[in-house]
């Protein structure tokens, strides 16, 4: 599914303050391509990957179309469902359930819809292929950071999603873990999924078909090439 955005901004509001985070922020991202997001903290990635996954509401007048489905004019529960079917999601702490066995927790969003039997057979392959399946019994806290974020993968990928969204999935792995892990990530996108990824790590910018950079809720477009000569990534 190719995504493309135009004019999307979003502000936080509260009763003592509005806060534009994101500022008429317009791209666009072509089927199976792997695009990185870069920019310092505080300058909206996460919110923009979280608007464009339906997690978040845009502002208004914003435009998110992802593959024919226009996302921005959706409500929330039609948001929850296409991002369930569409969209694999994958953050830098797992976001796994502490008091669930690593199979547990790759069948848990799915069980509401689907039948167990179903789910437990394509757990099993998923962990299977990501080399986790002597640890599907296990608690998160028994996990290598490495093994919870394959758990985290195995759950992203249960539905079978077009867009891999990746908020420094990386982030907490040594780096022969975290190259594993890009590694099947890039195999995923071999396959042929959108991957959008937030890092602040010039390594995994490697992988990358394209760099996008974030300030201040602004979205550029920026060279691999002027990025490592011109400037360190800010952090
Ligand atoms: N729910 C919220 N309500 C109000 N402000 C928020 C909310 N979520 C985030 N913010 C603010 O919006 C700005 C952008 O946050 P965001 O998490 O998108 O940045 P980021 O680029 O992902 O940062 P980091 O690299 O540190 O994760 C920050 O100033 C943050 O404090």
């Given amino acids: 599914m190719d995504i493309n955005v135009m004019n999307l901004s979003k502000t936080y509001e509260s009763n003592v303050e509005q806060k534009k985070v994101l500022d008429q922020v317009t ?22 990957l979280k ?33 369930r079917q569409h969209i694999g999601y994958i953050y830098q702490d797992y976001q796994l359930f502490p008091a669930y066995t690593a199979k547990q927790n790759v069948m848990l969003p799915e069980l509401p819809y689907q039948n167990e039997s179903i789910l437990l057979k394509r757990a099993e ?18 996990l290598s950071g490495g093994e919870q974020q394959r758990v985290a993968i195995a759950r992203a990928l249960l539905n079978n999603p077009d867009i891999f969204v990746c908020d420094e999935p990386t982030g907490n792995l040594d780096r022969s873990t975290r190259d594993e892990v890009l590694q099947i990530l890039k ?43 011109e400037k360190p990534i800010k952090n």
């Fill in 125 to 142: 392959e998923l962990m299977e292929q990501l080399n986790i399946e002597h640890r599907q019994d296990a608690l998160p806290n028994q």
């Fill in 27 to 48: 791209f666009k991202v072509n089927k199976g391509e792997w695009v990185n997001i870069i920019g310092r903290s505080g300058s909206g990635k996460t919110t923009l």
């Fill in 51 to 83: 608007c464009l996954s339906g997690i978040m509401s845009a502002d208004r007048g914003s435009i998110i179309n992802i593959g024919d489905l226009p996302i921005h004019s959706k409500s929330e529960e039609d948001r929850r469902e296409f991002r």
């Fill in 187 to 229: 195999q995923l996108q071999e396959e042929g999924r959108t991957i959008l990824f937030v890092t602040h790590d010039y390594d995994v910018i490697e992988y990358g078909d394209r760099i996008f950079e974030m300030d201040d809720g602004r979205l550029e477009e920026v060279s691999q090439k002027t990025l490592i000569i």
